[in-house]
């Protein structure tokens, strides 16, 4: 039973869950065979397709309007089209995290996406390449996928480096980059941002949304950083930054706290452990999948504790409720309205520190909207709560069209399958050690018993108290 | 099975006030909490999308203002004219009246440093009241929940939002405020199925020591469905007889206002009404929206004077972000920086135009600059009418505007 609970540990954090036919699978198989899998599983990398054809980005729209190639009319209609197609990628990426093989390389990306948080609008074919470094370097090498995001246009964009020029610097690329990307607070001065920035000047993108160093803007004096002088380009201060042990260990930290225990607690064996994986990290030049696999296979992982420690977030919640029943939407209208409901919809987090995690998903009504979603889904019940307007005339379309049902298919023959052999008064206990992190108590399980009808068939018996247990606050932890 | 011992208390194993969580019992016994903020109400209105501060305050005497806005300036015979440089929009006849009576003051060209031009990042700024380089993730409102939290006094409805979704403003670290769009339909969220039962379930000692976010999850499920309780059962009694008009915002002032007169212990409201990011075809959406805006405040106000609530409550209206001073090609507005923002209630002293009006010759890129931090703002609100330490919900101190009646 234990052992179960912690490959179900293991497939919640390393991904979205598993089918019950995935952990039946491993039953007889070592944590660390397991482990091998989720690797394996994602080794092979395959980017998003481009959406909605080629959008041409604001400038180019511009220029077109300026030669009278192009009416106000159809301005807006590219800008509209140019958001849809960033949904559409957005429901892309949430299909891949929902049913995708790589489970464990779109968790990543997912914490990869809240920690180099990015938001940008106005060229899905940025926001495109954007996404697709963070799900390709995933599970790599955090220099490389450092410095991938660092040229990604949508982030130097996003963070104003295109405005990053000789003698007129912005600094605003090189403190996230300190602050939330590599150090953290307190591990950098005032100074070092001010000569980063200025190595940072001249990097840019054209047009066709291609990183271009543009040297003329650039400055070429002697910075001085860390203490380090030269007349250093962005690549040495990637590089300097990188050399610095801090990095290893402000993002080792932020990982566990994403990976094992939302309130990583003040304690010094944990913070021994956190030291010990950020040496490890730091030895192996940024080796991300060397310092996965030591996490997922070390006793303290499975310490009772951290199971059940973390809140889902809002994406977590809704692919693993996909892949538990194998449901695929219809439209794309239920995902978006799922994650502006409860506060995190993909590819527009709310600022350049990410989604605060943990308890910041939870309050009366985010609470009350989780409790409802299964019944939503399942039962395509109706929908009554409307997601607030952000004020972006151009992000409207997100909130409408509420009242539409969840159009699914959803594989509860597969599901009830797998439950097929258990003997009717072990059902509910079953299914519960599948869907939660820990068993039910006497009194949830009254609750949930009474919500079955005698004459009940075993499939209503398996889709009632599954629909019910899923509706448990206890659900919204792994 | 290692079964673990869970809740203590069974729905079904249990009766009467057992099933009762202890810190719901302590304030069903004192639902009014031992302090009331000083008996004042704050409530705050929300212009998503960037409001056109120069459209609605118009400086009429300007001809810096004729000549960048060619098509969309407001012609000075139409405006309302509160003095002799700046007046209303005429959409916004009701706001006057009110002016007219001393209840509205208007500050001028509020902001903050290093302005944010993205929707999404300014109105972080100004519900986190954080610089514009610092990232919260805790709401001016929330910490004021938390500030102002002792024993019994920690409830959520404190601080209610008329909406089904809750705002980072009202989000705090220990307390969040309460989304409502009506009390009845909060109300019957609580009472379907599962979750009337679940919220009467309470983690035993064992299992909040060992799972802590179980037991915050029951717990904030346990005050949902005693605030819902709380607030229905007060507020169903109550029916306004104004007549409120049949907008979003009428709507959502009158449910704030029978919750006043119900007596509830709330000390701040907070609504949002979105549509003003008005890049194209400004005019006509914009004196809609104001039209909206000036009549719903307009009857708020006229109730609670009759309710003789007039001197204990404060409203205040802000956008994210003013527009450019110059129009664009599509007879709209980009967005700005500064901006205007009105505080309207009995309690001012007196109503009028707080400061400077708008300086179109010193702009900073196109855009006006400010000369109030909106965070003075708050600490007004919350040391002179709320009565707390706006430092602790501020995190440091910012100079006090003399905007409230010392009376």
């Known amino acids: 039973m234990k052992e179960r609970a912690n490959k179900q540990h293991l497939f919640w954090r390393a991904g979205f869950g598993a089918s019950p036919d995935r952990l039946r699978e491993t039953e007889h198989q070592s944590v660390r065979k397991i482990v091998r899998k989720l690797f394996s599983d994602s080794q092979s990398f395959t980017p998003l397709p481009t959406v909605g054809g080629e959008q041409p980005n604001r400038r180019e729209l511009k220029g077109l309007l300026q030669e009278g190639k192009l009416d106000r009319d159809k301005l807006k209609d590219r800008i509209r089209e140019n958001r849809e197609a960033i949904r559409d990628l957005n429901v892309l990426w949430m299909e891949q995290m929902a049913s995708g093989r790589g489970a464990l390389r779109e968790k990543m990306a997912l914490f990869w996406h809240g920690h180099f948080a990015c938001r940008n609008q106005n060229n899905v074919r940025m926001v495109q390449q954007y996404t697709n470094v963070i799900r390709e370097h995933a599970l790599g090498n955090f220099g490389d996928l450092l410095m991938a995001v660092s040229k990604s246009p949508a982030m130097l964009q996003f963070l104003n480096n295109q405005q990053n020029r000789k003698n007129a610097p912005n600094e605003n690329f090189a403190r996230e980059v300190m602050e939330l990307f590599t150090l953290g607070r307190a591990n950098y001065t005032e100074h070092d941002i001010k000569e980063a920035a200025r190595a940072f000047t001249g990097w840019g993108f054209n047009a066709q949304g291609e990183f271009v160093f543009r040297r003329n803007v650039h400055d070429d004096g002697e910075k001085t950083v860390f203490g380090k002088t030269g007349p250093f380009q962005g ?133 009350l909207f989780r409790m409802k979603l299964p019944d939503l889904i399942l039962k395509e019940g109706e929908v009554t709560i409307k997601p607030k307007d952000d004020g972006d005339v151009n992000t409207e379309l997100l909130a409408r069209k509420v009242n539409r049902m969840f159009a699914a298919t959803i594989d509860w023959p597969a599901f009830e399958k797998a439950f097929q052999k258990v003997r009717d008064e072990e059902l509910i206990d079953e299914l519960a050690l599948y869907l939660l992190p820990q068993p039910l108590t006497g009194s949830q399980r009254s609750l949930l018993v009474a919500r079955v009808k005698k004459e009940a068939t075993r499939s209503e018996q398996i889709r009632t108290l599954t629909t019910a247990i899923m509706s448990l606050p206890d659900y919204q932890l792994c | 099975m290692n079964r673990r011992k869970f809740f203590k208390n069974s729905a079904f194993a249990t009766v009467g006030t057992m099933l009762i969580p202890h810190f719901l019992k302590a304030y069903e016994a004192n639902p009014f909490g031992a302090s009331q903020s000083a008996g004042k109400t704050l409530v705050i209105v929300q212009l998503s999308g960037g409001n056109d501060g120069l459209n609605t305050v118009v400086p009429f005497r300007n001809d810096i203002y004729y000549r960048e806005r060619p098509t969309i300036g407001i012609a000075p015979e139409k405006v309302l004219k509160l003095n002799d440089e700046i007046g209303f929009n005429p959409a916004l006849e009701a706001l006057k009246g009110l002016y007219d009576d001393g209840l509205v003051t208007v500050v001028n060209n509020v902001g903050y440093p290093n302005p944010d031009r993205s929707h999404f990042r300014s109105m972080d700024i100004w519900q986190t009241a954080s610089d514009s380089n610092k990232y919260l993730t805790t709401g001016w409102l929330g910490r004021y929940l938390d500030a102002n939290c002792h024993g019994n006094d920690c409830l959520a409805h404190r601080a209610i939002e008329v909406d089904d979704t809750l705002s980072l403003a009202l989000k705090g670290q220990e307390l969040t405020g309460l989304a409502l769009l009506d009390p009845k339909k909060l109300y019957n969220q609580t009472r379907n199925g599962l979750v009337q039962e679940l919220s009467k379930m309470k983690p035993d000692a064992e299992t909040t020591a060992a799972h802590p976010n179980v037991s915050y999850l029951y717990k904030t499920l346990a005050e949902t469905a005693s605030s819902a309780n709380y607030i229905y059962d007060k507020s169903k009694v109550t029916h306004t007889q104004t007549v409120y008009p049949t907008t979003e915002l009428g709507n959502r002032l009158k449910t704030v206002s029978e919750l006043i007169t119900s007596g509830v212990n709330t000390n701040v409201y907070y609504i949002s009404i979105s549509g003003f990011d008005t890049h194209i075809n400004q005019p006509g959406q914009q004196e809609r929206l104001l039209r909206q805006y000036a009549e719903a405040v307009a009857a708020f106000t006229k109730d609670l004077k009759s309710t003789g609530k007039l001197n204990d409550v404060l409203l205040m209206t802000f956008s994210e972000f003013g527009r450019r001073v110059k129009q664009n090609a599509s007879n709209g507005t980009d967005h700005g920086t500064a901006n205007n923002l009105f505080l309207i209630g009995g309690g001012l002293t007196p109503g009028r135009v707080f400061n400077e009006a708008p300086n179109l010759t010193n702009l900073d890129e196109g855009d006006l600059k400010y000369s109030v931090d909106f965070r003075s703002i708050y600490a007004t609100l919350l040391r002179e009418w709320l009565k707390v330490d706006d430092v602790a919900v501020l995190g440091r101190p910012f100079e006090t505007l003399k905007i409230v009646s010392q009376s």
């Open chain 1, 235 to 367: 690549e040495d201060i990637i590089k300097l930054l990188l050399e610095r042990k801090e990095t290893a260990t402000f993002v080792t930290t932020k990982l566990v706290r994403f990976l094992v225990n939302d309130d990583l607690p003040a304690d010094q064996p944990d913070h021994q452990r956190i030291d010990q994986l950020a040496d490890q990290f730091y030895q192996s030049n940024y080796d991300i999948a060397g310092l996965l696999e030591t996490i997922f296979t070390s006793d303290w992982f499975y310490e009772p504790k951290n199971i059940g420690a973390h809140i889902k977030s809002p994406v977590e919640l809704l692919a693993g409720l996909q892949r538990s029943l194998g449901i695929k939407f219809e439209q794309k209208q239920p995902i978006l309205y799922v994650q502006r409901t409860l506060g995190q919809v993909l590819l527009y987090p709310p600022n350049v520190a990410g989604w605060p995690g943990g308890r910041n998903w939870i309050d009366s009504s985010s609470l």
